[in-house]
């Protein structure tokens, strides 16, 4: 029993990252505590089912998804969907003068790309 606890850990661990969110980003997502988040994904804690769902929920996934191999499943759309989700949540919580300067700075750094392609 314990391997499977330490494999779901794992596994919510694995799409957190693929989101690029943090520990406490899920956790308040989940409407969780850090704490717990971590836990679960050490493997050092019982989740419910009922925290389970908070958490899928929350990951955007379905249940069945915490029993496959992320890597292996994974279209190229779902891949870029899942950057550009992560990209959202890098920026959801800036203020709207810091995600200008990103924009900026990030038309700047594409224009710098293109030109070296040319």
Known sequence: MEDFIRMVGEQIRKH??????TQERLAEMSGLSFSYVSDVERGTRNISLESLGKLVYALSIKPAQLFE???ERMSADE????KLESLHS????????????????SREFLKTIDRSRS
């Open 16 to 21: 957190r990252k693929l989101r690029g969110l």
């Open 69 to 71: 191999d992320v890597n």
């Open 79 to 82: 891949e870029s969907r899942l």
């Open 90 to 105: 890098l920026l959801v919580d800036r203020t709207p003068e810091e995600i200008e300067f990103i924009l900026s700075t």
